[in-house]
């Protein structure tokens, strides 16, 4: 027993209120004696008058070490005295104090808690002395990481009737209100409702609720707050019995127009018997008000498959908008029935795993593993000793792993044998051998499970000796084995899980990795894309967890790690080769509701319905403006002809200008001819109405006086009101690429749609990078430099070490950093009215490109700003602005803008039909070259022309064709703008010429890489005379291929346009051919002798390696890791710099700070290379580096999901080879002791 623990209870309350003798030497006895014998009775009116005085109730809360406060360091603070005290006191209590000596502990407390304003109140209809004794008891004193335990550890004495007792002492009567106190959650928000979590864990609290069921249900109506109220319905889930008590209570508040309360209440509600429940909802249907009635439509078409009783309340309804909910429920329920009347789902049959035993040969590999183990562990005990001695340590690990497998006989490994061959089980076998010794020697080089006879039992039965605990998270079972369990289907696993009884949650371990959208679960979401059966069969047979994933039933398990994800758990059910009938009237729910990411999800999935549209079209009559709008452009998507009549007859109904403009744009998208809503006259109309309506809020600040004149195709001018009228639509539409906007855009000439859109895109941009001035500035920091400074100064004095950067500072420094700090503020933001940026989807290429650039330069953390601007250019067929996006694509600081350029470009190669390399091919800047290759510079009087040597260096010469060094100024009868305009012009095309050179070198490289073919007439048409890439492909060697892919030619353009194979003879292509980059993973060892000769002869420069690179001996290596370098040595800046130079990124930061890689990604393949070594921390340090292996996956880092050597282009198998021999030649070596050159 520790001292505390040996403490009186009068000492252990003395213990705790000690500290107040700081303040007071008497109050510490009083306060006891209050506490224990009820004396001192004016000690109360002492204490408070003490907590009045100015700064005295947080230092006396400093002092009692922080009771009844909500932070999370218990597990450091449970060491300190005072609060182990505190500890103790709740451990004892009525063991060894009475309710009455535990009420005056408590009012004690109060009596400094209500002179402290961050604590707040709960629930105000229980004494504030239990609020406290229960924030100090349930919450300081205990640890908050036991979310998943039924009990209270160290609070057994604690019940409920205690509590209750305690108030009705206080009050007669007043223990009825002791619910507020466990339930209520005023005052507080969702995010610290967790912390809570024992109130509702009291001994006997549910018995006590059965006994109140009445008062239970009416806690809401008496006034518990919201967030209560979700309490209440959590605890009522832990129960079935409760529900089924509370079936009419939980329908109720399953109605509640609180999302939160109502969400909750409805998972539970679904999950009762529809007997219990479906009478429920009737009488609402029936009886309840008109929003009653509309929820619970909905929550009756969930659960019935007849539409009688929705038909009947159709009849007797009159609410338009719970008419359009019946409509809408009924319309779901007809999908839901035509789903069933497609082909029944057939689940395939699976073979089960047969238990084959392993050979006899396995007990020498189990013997050859331990001796391996063993020998490893005794130089680890010995270098553990060693370094104990060095570093006055005492670490046991290796020595206590050691001692333990000392124990080892060669009759254990006998019985391990026989363990894995299902002879004898767990328990069994632990009887036989120490459980606590460590068995990851079975696990030695995948000796065992390289057997032929090795199966998925053995794998398990292994891995129950390694992880001994009931392992929910999947992930964690097949870690390192995932290459071998990823061929089975999930129902094989599931089989031989349960015949070994692995788990007693088989099915949802399975399911787990596959519901959810954590980080470590990605690994497993697309491992059966090509053989779906063994996923979806699986979930077929246990649909009871597409019930949990979609949250129509509540899960089995509530752990915070698991984070079930509704988005996943409907992509299984797109697997499915039918959706079961029981899932669409949800789907379509969603498919039309408010979360776009559910909402495309629910779509995709239900396009396999007969006739969706049908169900569809219905909901362009729904009194929400959104449903309607979704409606509308699902149709569009969905392209269906027949839904063209539907949208007529919406549009010619519809009010609201956004609805009308979501169907115009999908009548225009199915094919409908929309140009009688397109005329000067109609437009005019619709903006003169429209203009009558309210101005767009936040918008103030944007001058329409400003619109430049504009004209329409024909040259006749376009009315202002027009203009306006779209662009307050625009805001309206919040969509920076509407469609309606780009059809109205597209109406005006083309010089009206660049003048609009650089009209548009400055005032958004001038809008949204609006600062103080310099004035502002230095105003701004003469009034608040001095107040900052005492500041600082004060921060100093209190602690000069923490705060020694202020030791110096001066009133000039802050009046400085103030300034700056000013001069950095935003003054406001135009991303509200991203809509408008529709309008600039016509802009000028040049104009567009250089705005933009700017604004990335200097605003680049304005990150939805720049993607809004750049989501209208996908609707443009500029090539500088292709170019652009192309080359924020490849790379960008930002990897949400990177992603989103990414995205627009697929839209525009998607909308011309080429692949994005043939758009990138067609839209390949010149630099401002013509065909000839020149630049013409005019100045008016004087004309000079640039050119590119062969080095791409600019040169200039003057009209009489002598060089000049550079553009000279204006004459004074030139016109300077011009002048002006040619040196611009210039400048230009030396950036863009940069930017090309990086571009089209990494471009081809990676075409190489990837092995990809052109047509001869697009590599004729599109590369060849472009006037800077036709002189860089003349820097490379090229195949000519037949259309089974065979060698036909090698060759190599020439300056004068021929094209030459190695022995300088001169070839023509045959057009129905195509061509490749030539690599010595491609040819020959003489062909590529022979290149490597003519390119010296030549003195060509190449623009990369094409012939060094070999391809590794694939088979050494399995599961597509290369390891041949594992163990060599060198430092991290080593590897950092070769990497880096070899175009590799670092790995993303893990925990700690710590990253282990890195990879190279090829956006053609979608593939990464990653490399990978012992790691490193950021910042960065110079230390010593182990290398490891190179693997190529899909997603960037993911060793599991490695691709099969053999299943990747030759090419870039060699050239990451390559990469990884590079870093291995910049070692020192192989070295045998690796490992202990590890830090850690």
């Known amino acids: 027993m520790n001292e505390i623990e040996q403490l009186s209870p009068e000492q252990l309350i003395n213990t705790i209120f000690k500290p107040l003798s700081e303040l007071d030497k008497s109050l510490p006895e009083r306060v006891t004696q209050y506490i224990l014998h009820g004396d001192e009775l004016d000690v109360l009116d002492d204490f408070n008058k003490l907590c009045q005085i100015s700064g005295n109730a947080n230092k006396i809360s400093q002092l009692l070490q922080g009771p009844a406060s909500f932070d999370s360091s218990y597990n450091y603070r449970k060491f300190n005295p005072l609060v182990k005290a505190r500890i103790d006191f709740y451990k004892l209590w009525t063991d060894a104090y009475t309710p009455e000596q535990i009420i005056r502990f408590a009012q004690v407390l109060a009596t400094l808690f209500d002179h402290l304003s961050y604590i707040k109140h709960i629930s105000d209809q229980v004494p504030s002395w239990l609020m406290y004794l229960l924030y100090d008891g349930l919450i300081t004193t205990l640890p908050s990481d036991t979310v998943y335990k039924d009990k209270i550890d160290d609070r057994e004495n604690w019940s409920i009737q205690q509590l209750h007792q305690f108030l009705e002492i ?42 109140r069921i009445e008062l239970f249900k ?103 908008t719970v008419i359009a909910t019946l409509e809408s429920a009924l319309s779901r329920l007809e999908s839901a029935n035509a789903a069933k009347q497609q082909a029944e789902l057939v689940i395939p049959d699976f073979k089960p795993i047969i238990d084959t035993p392993l050979p006899i040969a396995a007990r020498d590999v189990i013997q050859q593993n331990f001796d391996e183990f063993i020998t490893a562990l005794k130089i680890l005990k010995e270098n553990e000793l060693e370094n104990n001695q060095k570093h006055k340590m005492a670490s046991t690990y290796y020595l206590d792993l050691y001692k333990l497998l000392q124990t080892v006989t060669s009759k254990s490994l006998d019985n391990i044998f026989e363990y894995l061959n299902g002879k004898i089980d767990r328990s069994a076998l632990f009887k036989k051998i120490d459980e606590k010794i460590s068995f990851r020697f079975l696990f030695i080089k995948n000796r065992l499970s390289n057997l032929p006879e090795f199966s998925l039992f053995h794998l398990f039965r292994m891995i129950r000796l390694v992880d001994r605990k009931d392992n929910i998270y999947y992930y964690n079972i097949i870690d390192g084995f995932f290459s071998f369990v990823k061929n089975f289907d999930l129902r094989q696993i599931a089989d031989v899980m349960l015949k070994i009884n692995f788990h007693p949650q088989v099915e949802l371990t399975i399911a787990l990795p596959f519901l959810t959208s954590d980080f470590y679960y990605d690994l497993y979401h697309d491992i059966f894309e090509n053989e779906p059966y063994k996923l979806w069969a699986f979930f077929a047979e246990n649909d009871f967890l597409i019930d949990q994933g979609l949250g129509l039933a509540p899960l089995q398990i509530t752990h915070y790690y698991a984070h079930v994800d509704k988005v996943r758990t409907i992509k299984i059910l797109q697997l499915f080769p039918t959706i079961p009938a029981k899932y669409v009237a949800y789907l379509f729910e969603l498919a039309l509701g408010e979360n776009k990411q559910l909402r495309y999800v629910a779509q995709d999935a239900l396009r396999q319905i007969p006739n969706i549209h049908s169900q569809i079209e219905q909901a362009l009559a729904s009194t929400k403006q959104e449903v309607r709008i979704t409606a509308a452009n699902w149709l569009a998507e969905l392209g269906q002809k027949s839904s063209i009549k539907a949208l007529n007859a919406a549009l010619k109904k519809e009010k609201r200008e956004t609805v009308q403009a979501a169907i115009l744009v999908a009548l225009e998208k199915i094919g409908e001819d929309i140009s009688q809503h397109l005329t000067p006259k109609k437009l005019l109309a619709d903006a003169q109405k429209g203009l009558k309506g309210k101005t767009p809020t936040d918008f103030d600040w944007f001058d329409f006086n400003l619109i430049p004149t504009l004209t329409w195709q024909n040259g006749k001018a376009v009315d202002p009101q027009i203009i306006q009228w779209w662009i307050c639509l625009a805001v309206k539409l919040k969509d920076p690429a509407n469609p309606l906007l780009t059809i109205y855009n597209q109406l005006l000439s083309i010089q009206s749609q660049q003048q609009l859109g650089e009209f548009i895109l400055q005032s958004f941009i001038k809008q949204d990078t609006q600062k103080p001035t310099l004035e502002e500035a230095e105003a701004k920091a003469g009034l608040d430099a001095d107040k900052r400074l005492q500041q600082y100064i004060g921060y100093y004095q209190r602690d000069p070490e923490f705060y020694s950067n202020f030791k110096d500072t001066t009133y000039e420094q802050v009046f400085e950093e103030i300034k700056k700090e000013t001069l950095a503020t935003y003054l406001g933001s135009a991303i509200k009215a991203k809509g408008i940026l529709a309008l600039t989807c016509g802009i000028e290429g040049r104009v567009a490109v250089s705005l933009l650039r700017s604004f990335m330069k200097n605003h680049y953390l304005r990150r939805a700003q720049i993607e809004a601007m750049l989501e209208p250019l996908a609707n443009s067929d500029d090539p500088m602005i292709i170019q652009l996006l192309l080359s924020i694509a490849r790379r960008y600081r930002m990897a949400s803008i990177q992603e989103k350029a990414r995205y627009l470009v697929e839209s525009i190669a998607e909308r011309t039909g080429w692949t994005i390399e043939e758009l990138t091919d067609r839209t390949i800047s010149t630099a401002g070259l013509d065909d000839n290759g020149l630049l013409i510079l005019d100045y008016g009087e004087r004309t000079f022309i640039a050119s590119l040597d062969d080095k791409f260096k600019w040169q200039l010469k003057n009209a009489d064709g002598e060089n000049i060094k550079a553009l000279p100024e204006a004459r004074k009868s030139e016109n300077p703008e011009l002048v002006k305009e040619a040196k611009k012009q210039f400048s230009n095309s030396k950036k863009e010429l940069s930017q090309l050179l990086t571009m089209q070198i990494s471009r081809f490289y990676e075409a190489m890489c990837a092995e990809r073919q052109w047509r001869v007439e697009d590599w004729q048409k599109y590369l060849q005379p472009h006037p800077i890439v036709g002189r860089l492909i003349q820097r490379l060697v090229w195949l000519e291929l037949d259309n089974n892919g065979q060698i036909v030619n090698s060759f190599r353009p020439t300056e004068d346009g021929s094209l030459i194979t190695n022995q300088d003879d001169e070839i023509l292509l045959d057009e129905n051919n195509y061509i490749t980059l030539a690599h010595s993973a491609l040819l020959e060892s003489d062909d590529i002798a022979q290149w490597q000769a003519h390119l010296k002869d030549y003195k060509v420069n190449p623009l990369f390696e094409q012939f060094s690179a070999l391809l590794p001996d694939m088979s050494k290596f399995k599961y597509g890791i290369i390891d041949d370098r594992l163990g060599w040595l060198t430092d991290s800046f080593t590897l950092r710099s070769i990497l880096t130079k070899l175009g590799y990124g670092r790995d993303d930061i893990e925990f700690r700070g710590c990253f282990y890689g890195y990879h190279k990604y090829f956006g053609s393949l979608g593939i990464y290379i990653n490399i990978e070594f012992s790691g490193n921390m950021v910042p960065e340090e110079n230390i010593p580096a182990v290398l490891y292996y190179i693997y190529f996956s899909k997603k960037k880092g993911f060793i599991h999901r490695a691709i099969a050597l053999d299943k990747l282009p030759k090419v870039l198998l060699a050239e990451g080879y390559a990469n990884y021999i590079a870093v291995a030649n910049a070692c020192s070596g192989f070295d045998p002791n690796w490992k202990d050159k590890l830090i850690w």
Request: hydrophobic fraction near 40%; include cysteine; glycine fraction near 4%.
């Open 170 to 211: 206080e009050q007669a009567g007043l223990g009825e209100k002791l619910l507020f106190a466990i339930f209520d959650r005023q005052n507080t928000s969702v995010d610290y409702c967790y912390k809570f979590q024992y109130f509702t864990r009291l001994n006997g609290l549910l018995s006590y609720i059965q006994d």
């Open 218 to 320: 009416q806690l809401p109506s008496l006034g518990l707050a919201l967030l209560g109220q979700v309490e209440q319905l959590k605890y009522i889930q832990r129960y079935p019995e409760l529900q089924l008590q509370l079936a009419d209570f939980i329908t109720i508040q399953a109605l509640n127009t609180f999302k939160q309360v109502s969400r909750l209440a409805t998972k539970i509600l679904l999950n009762l018997p529809l007997e219990l429940v479906q009478p429920q909802l009737q009488y609402f249907l029936t009886s309840g008000s008109a929003k009653e009635r509309a929820h619970a439509t909905i929550l009756l078409s969930r659960i019935i498959s007849e539409p009688t009783v929705l038909q009947q309340a159709l009849a007797n309804e009159t609410n338009k």
